[in-house]
């Protein structure tokens, strides 16, 4: 009974650091793929790999599940779909940075509505002024932001939220990752539609699926399978701001890949985001020494059926 608290915390901590570090930069490979393919064709063509890859990695057994488990897994499915296409409409029209900032408003809501203590709530303010001046960057700096892809990241937002939630209650339903693998076979159905046109794209130049697949992974395959395991250790609040780091990564991959400027106010505000996740995780460990089975590393709430 100790090893899993013991290691528990501390993994899923690094969890969320690896899942923050892959994810941006498997965007910032994708984004090279929008003049060919178009971000919801990326999508699409990102997802279905991905959900190969799993499905013959893991071998799920769908077959075995409950009613609530297909459920939990279809929702999950749908909140994949929503926040991978949504999100990569928008990073056609903004920057990486700006983009993953403002969709991290999602997982911020989540914390702040789930926290109950007061040093949580202080550095989600933190986290939430970092947000701020990444927007008045945007609006005040070079690139100004178009309003279509902010309103495309918001939506992103809303469904990382569900995707956080939905997480949780996959982990907690389904051993190891079928879930998650049977949840991006759905999410690839539902795209299929947006993703038939690039097949003959893909076909005719093989270069491009390459390109495809690494995205897969370092966009799908390792940031989800992190995370699904990170939301098995912490609770939702702790996961949605330690995700606070994933800005910083995305500054520094729209800078290293793309070429994308960093100023010093989005600079500022990458600072004040890592600040409330190192802040956040370490108040949690200080939590659960002291506050036992009500601290913040106890079980992610569970969703209604």
Avoid: H
Wanted: hydrophobic share 60%; with cysteine.
């Amino acid at each position: 009974m100790q090893k899993p608290a013991a290691s528990g915390p501390l993994v899923g901590v690094a969890l969320v650091v690896g899942s923050c570090l892959s994810l941006p930069f498997g965007a910032a490979v994708a984004s090279q793929l929008f003049p060919a393919l178009g971000p919801w064709g990326v999508t699409s063509l990102r997802i279905a790999i991905a959900a190969l890859l799993l499905v013959v990695i893991v071998r799920p057994r769908p077959g075995r599940w409950t009613r609530s488990q297909w459920l939990t897994v279809i929702l999950f499915g749908v909140s994949l779909a929503g926040v991978n296409g949504f999100f990569y409409a928008a990073i056609d029209r903004i920057p990486l940075g700006p983009a993953v900032a403002i969709e991290f408003l999602g997982p911020l809501v989540l914390a702040a509505v789930l926290t109950r203590r007061l040093a949580d709530a202080a550095w989600v303010g933190v986290a939430l002024l970092g947000m701020v001046l990444l927007g008045i960057d945007g609006l005040v700096g070079a690139e100004a932001l178009d309003p279509l892809g902010v309103v495309l990241v918001l939506i992103a937002a809303g469904f990382w939220m569900m995707y956080i939630r939905l997480g949780a209650r996959v982990g907690a339903l389904i051993p190891g990752n079928s879930g998650l693998a049977m949840g991006l076979v759905v999410a690839a159905v539902l795209l299929l539609p947006v993703g038939v046109p690039t097949v003959p794209v893909v076909a005719a130049d093989l270069q491009l699926l390459l390109l495809a697949a690494v995205t897969a992974v370092l966009a799908s395959v390792i940031p989800y399978s992190f995370e699904l395991a990170a939301l098995r250790r912490l609770p939702q609040r702790v996961f949605g701001v330690l995700l606070s780091l994933e800005p910083a990564f995305a500054t520094l991959a729209g800078w290293l890949i793309l070429g994308q400027d960093a100023t010093p106010l989005r600079l500022l505000a990458v600072v004040l985001v890592i600040a409330a996740s190192v802040g956040t995780t370490l108040g949690a460990r200080g939590g659960r020494r002291g506050d036992g089975a009500s601290g913040p590393f106890t079980a992610p709430i569970p969703l209604p059926d």
